[in-house]
């Protein structure tokens, strides 16, 4: 029963500690998941010693109060004792003092432990809280600051499910698990005390049956760990397939997906399902052996007290109270059982965490961050240096490249679908760093600019739109937090966004639902694009900003651009070349490599790929 | 930067719109009742744990009678061989209580893992068959934390609280029955706290069930704000707006915090009561005993075997406190579970397997709204009257936002028709299973979602069971040469909603899972928007001949695409403005004119006008 002894008498830092420690007994840990993010040695431990820390005063206190609770609540029986073997004589005697006492000393336990327990619940539910709190938020921001390439393989599914399921299991071992372990603790304390107090030899005798039962404990949290983990991957798997489901229900109803969805979904719920029952199993047999095992203890105690009595060693009244002591010395098996299941799952949960709590994002915030020269005008010169980048799962896309964009030029980006438009949008943008070579933007590196200090450069609107429930002047101030509505507004009335925003049922109020629902494709680029001039970047990336628009929307948006990009640098990528006419050069990319450079006129003129492109293109409109 | 996005606080409030009335809650035991279709599969497994736990409470009991018998008979008559049997006796009920504990878990275990996850299959099931105007109204997180949190509750409730609810109350009764017999007087004492308690438990379950209620609801919001913020991630990085989602994501678990708390408070004020009143009155019982011990109306065994018995009972009453909370948490979820499976699936009467003459798809006087709606606001659809021939491609014109997609979502019935019909062939829609309607037309969406599987997978998606040849030929028709440059070609897995791919591969795609299964109707909304001029001419000249013999409609914003078409149809003001060739339309409507060129709207700028010069 080491596990019950360790915490309380080590104090609330080392109850961390112990805690976290079979995490890391002899198994080392495994990938924290199919995906292979190690989870490195300790993390979990000092992450939970991290998560307690703030809090060890008002844990101490918390101990302090359940401790002097218990001591309230035991005194009841020989409280109640005192009053038969004192109480009754003096009242015999026509003194009623005593019993007086002793029920006004009952009384006031009556009263005190309650309130204690009262105290305690509130205190403890406060520590939980904070500690729930402060884990949830760390792991939300620390989702945020992973890069792109980590989030495409790690899923939604799986950080949501971090986030939900792994900190349900925690907050089952904090709302329920520690309280019980600090009661089984301490009555087994008391009645430890009392045992060898009533009996040295037979005290010691009877406490050296928590080796056994802490060998079972232990073998217990040995077998179940692999079977919590699956359980935390298994429900982790779930939660992905769910997501994935609910995100994509036209597409699922539209091909009749729903019972080939059903059996994919039955394999990994049962999987889940399946690991959890394991774990029910795991500590029945727990539960069971560590019965067998106290109750052949106390049958052994029966007997060596028999004989001892029977030698005269001992007194028969001692034994009686001897053995009554010891049946409730095993009581809490079942509670610590209860305690072992919440604390082995939520320790499987805290490796996830952990797990994901380590990764460093690929693309990191620099330690030093620079500061960018004050500009001369709106724009800033962007330089791309032998330039190549890989994506994590596949060939070079961009083999090495130079680049230079001066300041204010608008700069058109078109070619082959696939060719890697985006993916040179995208770093400049910094979603990834460059395999090799750098990016400057006024000659700083892009990886030496802090995110504040790159966004105020840099601001790109990515080639899906995606809008976030909430209304439409909250998605258009995503641009700039603290825009006025007027600034919002004027945003929208820029592209020509405000007569439909305006016809909304609440106008600028209207909730879009999620992923902007609501409201049609090309008026979620509308409001995307608003976003991006509220944001008023040196340099602006447009990825197929307008592809979704008819066609006089467009050239509304265009006529806008005209004004908006003035002074600016933009990157703007477009398969309709009508784009092309407001922009100062083309540049034509083909499997990745840049293929043209030029003015549009000069390409125009030419006989490259631009100029048949430009021809298949005008024959394209009416 | 550093500070908060105060715009998106408002966010909250939003996500709650769909938050059920907590007055229509029903009392806790009729919630749980409704538990009972999927726990009747472990009715039985559930009374062997209850009887396994009883007859365990029962051998503890007995253990401390043989002690007694041990130490009474064989030790104070130093009688050793008497002894034996009863150290045997102890032994054996030790060994039968160890089993019956072992017994009381296993019984459970993989029955409760069964029924959790049927609940769960269940859910998601149904899930998948409500019609998309629910999945528009519920946040997301909403659904997972019903099928993680809410269904943990659940499986927690039945495999101890339930099983200690009636354990405890046997225990209770019994117990009180005993005190009764050794003094009625006493017992009455004890007992008095019993009515107090009942209606303060009361009380409790109603306050603590909403705040149970509320905490779930909360957890659900802040699940879909952790999605959000994950699927949007690139937006946020783009803006370099996760210091501000985080600062709404801080206020959002703050507030599940503050319930959190409140459940405590609840929960610490029950506790308080139920561990004191009855602490208390056992007091007044010794005072009133030990006097009437003193007095000889009693004698002190009886008041001895009487608090003992009472401070026996002293945990199945405490335990009250912890048990109702679970019930109540599990109650709740019960109601969030049942709030989605009670939500009616669309009817499907349809039988129809045939259809009629080759007629193409008709829409006849066909009006929409979206279900949510404000009232007061006009339909969308205000009257829809096309003709699609057989074989015919009709192209869809019209202003952004104009409804375009709200029309092809009708033709699958992802919305339903408000009034009008659509027919198929002559056959009305309506009257097909949904099945059959869905496999006779396919969708490309505008936005091309697929899913994290190969391309293999997400192609076939469309005609399950087509081979190996019907893919090719699908990803020849989409211009997806390039899958076989992929890593691992049709097997290489596309990532998340298929995001590592490029816009225009992910659109192919989609147009590829189209087509796959030669559907004769086919719907395309705006199929060619993110492919290059090149691109586009290749796979419109294959689009071509699939659409040879499909009647199909294409959403259109291009002259490009509408020239995929026979026949153009513009859509206006909820209505079909004007229906001919794409030459026609452009002599005589000047509305599609200014949609294909743009001219009319460029006409009062004057200076910038790109493409006028090329107009034909
Ligand atoms: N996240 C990713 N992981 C792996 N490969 C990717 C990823 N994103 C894009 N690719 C691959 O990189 C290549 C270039 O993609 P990119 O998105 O840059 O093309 P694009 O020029 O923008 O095309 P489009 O016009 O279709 O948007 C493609 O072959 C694509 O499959
Ligand atoms: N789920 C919805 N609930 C309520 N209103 C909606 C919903 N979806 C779209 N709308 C509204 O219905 C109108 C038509 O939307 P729809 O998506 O059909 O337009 P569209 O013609 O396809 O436009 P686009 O060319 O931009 O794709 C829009 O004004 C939009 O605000
Ligand atoms: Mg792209
Ligand atoms: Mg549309």
Request: with cysteine; glycine share 8%.
């Amino acid at each position: 029963m080491t596990t019950t002894v360790e915490p309380a008498n080590a104090g609330p830092a080392k109850a961390g500690r112990a805690k976290a420690e079979p995490v890391e007994e002899e198994l080392p840990a495994p990938p924290a998941d199919e995906e292979d993010i190690p989870v490195p040695p300790g993390a979990p431990r000092a992450l939970l010693r991290s998560l307690l820390g703030p809090h060890r005063a008002r844990i101490a206190v918390a101990m302090v109060v359940i401790l002097v609770q218990q001591a309230a609540l035991q005194s009841g029986p020989l409280l109640v004792a005192v009053a038969m073997d004192r109480g009754i004589p003096a009242l015999r005697e026509h003194d009623s003092g005593p019993l007086i006492a002793v029920v006004a000393a009952y009384l006031f336990c009556a009263v005190l432990s309650p309130v204690l327990q009262w105290a305690f619940i509130k205190i403890s539910a406060r520590v939980n809280q904070d500690i729930l709190l402060d884990l949830r938020g760390r792991i939300f921001r620390h989702a945020q600051r992973l890069s792109l390439d980590f989030h495409e393989r790690y899923t939604s599914g799986r950080i949501i499910s971090r986030a939900t399921s792994d900190i349900d299991a925690l907050r089952e071992l904090l709302s329920e698990g520690l309280q019980e372990l600090l009661t089984v603790f301490l009555s087994v304390c008391y009645i430890s005390v009392l045992l060898v107090v009533l009996d040295w030899r037979l005290g010691l005798a009877s406490l050296l049956s928590l080796l056994p039962l802490a060998l079972i404990a232990h073998s217990f949290r040995t077998r179940s760990r692999r079977v919590y983990r699956r359980s935390r991957t298994a429900a982790a798997s779930m939660i992905v397939r769910f997501t994935e489901t609910m995100n994509g229900i036209r597409p699922v109803q539209a091909f009749r997906r729903e019972k080939a969805n059903d059996a994919a979904f039955a394999v990994v719920n049962q999987q889940s399902s399946g690991a959890n029952a394991e774990g029910f199993l795991e500590l029945a047999r727990y539960v069971g052996l560590s019965r067998t095992a106290a109750n052949l203890w106390i049958t052994g105690i029966v007997l060596l007290g028999a004989y001892l009595v029977t030698e005269d060693a001992l007194e028969l009244g001692v034994l009686t109270a001897f053995v009554l002591y010891l049946r409730r010395l095993f009581d809490p098996v079942d509670q610590l059982a209860m305690f072992l299941n919440s604390y082995q799952s939520a320790a499987a949960a805290l490796e996830k965490i952990a797990g994901l709590l380590a990764h460093e994002p690929t693309v990191a915030e620099p330690a030093e961050p620079a500061e960018l020269p004050q500009a001369a005008g709106k724009g800033r010169e962007v330089s791309f240096e032998r330039t190549s980048f890989a994506y994590r799962t596949g060939k070079q896309v961009l083999p090495p490249f130079d680049l230079l964009i001066p300041a204010g030029q608008t700069v058109a980006v078109v070619g082959a679908t696939g060719a890697g438009k985006s993916t040179v949008a995208k770093l400049l943008a910094r979603f990834y760093d460059p395999t090799d070579g750098r990016i400057r933007l006024d000659g700083v590196d892009l990886r030496d600019l802090a995110t504040p200090e790159l966004r105020r450069g840099v601001v790109m609107v990515t080639q899906e739109s995606f809008l976030f429930s909430g209304t439409v002047a909250e998605n258009i101030a995503i641009g700039r937090p603290g825009a006025t509505r007027e600034e919002v507004e004027q945003a929208a009335r820029d592209i020509g966004a405000y007569e439909f925003i305006a016809a909304l049922p609440d106008g600028f109020d209207t909730d879009v639902r999620k992923r902007g629902g609501r409201i049609s494709a090309g008026q979620r680029q509308l409001v995307a694009f608003a976003r991006a001039l509220l944001a008023d970047p040196a340099v602006l990336i447009l990825d197929e900003a307008t592809s979704s628009l008819d066609v006089p929307g467009e050239q509304a948006v265009q006529r806008a651009m005209r004004t908006v990009l003035a002074g600016r640098t933009a990157v703007i990528i477009a398969h309709r070349l009508s784009t092309v006419e407001i922009a100062d050069r083309v540049l034509v990319m083909d499997q990745g490599r840049i293929v043209e450079d030029g003015s549009p006129q000069e390409l125009i003129e030419g006989s490259g790929r631009f100029a048949a492109l430009h021809r298949a293109w005008r024959d394209s409109l009416v | 930067m550093t500070g908060s996005l105060p715009t998106l606080t408002a966010m909250a409030e939003n996500r709650q719109d769909h938050a059920p009335a907590t007055g229509q809650r029903r009392s806790t035991v009729r919630s749980l009742l409704r538990l009972w279709p999927y726990a009747r599969a472990v009715r039985g497994r559930l009374a062997i744990s209850a009887t396994a736990a009883s007859l365990a409470m029962l051998s503890t009991l007995a253990v401390p009678v043989v002690l007694g018998r041990i130490v009474d008979g064989p030790l104070a008559e130093r009688d050793l061989d008497a002894l034996w049997p009863l150290v045997g006796l102890l032994l054996l009920l030790g060994l039968i209580e160890a089993a019956l504990f072992y017994t009381r878990r296993v019984v459970l275990s993989r029955p409760l893992g069964r029924l959790e996850a049927a609940m769960r299959g269940d859910l998601y099931a149904k899930l998948q068959r409500l019609p998309v105007s629910f999945h528009d109204r519920w946040g997301s997180g909403q659904m997972i934390s019903r099928a993680t949190t809410d269904m943990n509750a659940m499986r927690l409730f039945l495999a101890f609280p339930l099983v200690f609810l009636v354990v405890n109350s046997v225990t209770f009764l019994a117990g009180t029955a005993l005190m009764f017999t050794q003094d009625w007087r006493l017992a009455l004492i004890v007992l008095a706290p019993a009515v107090p308690l009942f209606l303060l438990t009361r009380r409790f379950e109603s306050g603590y069930s909403v705040s149970s209620r509320l905490a779930q609801d909360q957890n659900g919001d802040l699940a879909t704000v952790v999605e959000e913020s994950v699927l949007g991630i690139r937006i946020l990085k783009a803006f370099g707006r996760h210091r501000s989602m985080a600062e709404h994501f801080r206020e959002q678990s703050h507030l599940l915090r503050r319930t959190e708390l409140r459940k405590a408070h609840l929960l610490a004020n029950l506790w308080a009561v139920i561990v004191g009143l009855p602490e208390i009155a056992l007091g007044c019982a010794l005072a009133v005993g030990a006097y009437l011990v003193a007095h000889d109306e009693l004698s002190a065994g009886t008041l001895v075997a009487f608090l003992s018995t009472a401070l026996a009972l002293r945990w199945p009453v405490e335990s009250l406190g912890w048990l109702l909370a679970y019930a109540n948490e599990a109650s709740t979820a019960v109601d969030r579970f049942f709030e989605v499976m009670d939500e009616p699936e669309p009817e499907n009467p349809g039988v129809a397997t045939t259809l009629g003459a080759p007629d193409g798809i008709r829409l006849t006087g066909v009006r929409f709204r979206y279900p949510d709606a404000p009232e007061g606001t006009p339909d969308l659809l205000t009257g829809i009257d096309l003709h699609i021939r057989r074989g015919e491609t009709m192209a869809l014109v019209g202003a952004t936002g104009s409804g375009k997609t709200t029309l092809t979502a009708l033709l699958p019935r992802l919305y339903e028709t408000t009034a009008g019909s659509i027919t198929l062939d002559g056959t009305d829609i309506r009257e097909l299973p949904r099945e059959k309607l869905r496999e006779l037309v396919a969708v490309a969406f505008e936005e091309p979602t697929l899913f994290s599987a190969t391309v293999r997978e997400n192609v076939l998606m469309g005609a399950p069971g087509a081979d190996e040849r019907q893919l090719a030929s699908a990803l020849a028709t989409a211009q997806a040469g390039f899958v076989d440059k992929l890593p691992a070609g049709a097997d290489t897995e596309v990532g998340e909603q298929g995001l590592s791919l490029s816009g225009g591969q992910r659109q192919r795609l989609a147009l590829a899972r189209a087509v796959v299964g030669d559907p004769p109707f086919l719907v395309l909304d705006d199929p060619l928007s993110a492919l290059d001029v090149h691109t586009e001419a290749l796979v419109e000249r294959a689009l071509r001949e699939v659409l040879g013999s499909t009647t199909a409609l294409v959403v259109a914003h291009r002259p490009s695409t509408v020239l995929l078409a026979d026949r153009v149809a513009v859509l206006a003001d909820g209505r079909i403005e004007a229906v001919g060739t794409h030459q026609e339309l452009l002599r005589d409507c000047p509305h599609y004119r200014e949609l294909m060129s743009g001219e009319a709207a460029l006409l009062p700028e004057g200076p910038f006008v790109p493409n006028g010069g090329h107009a034909r």
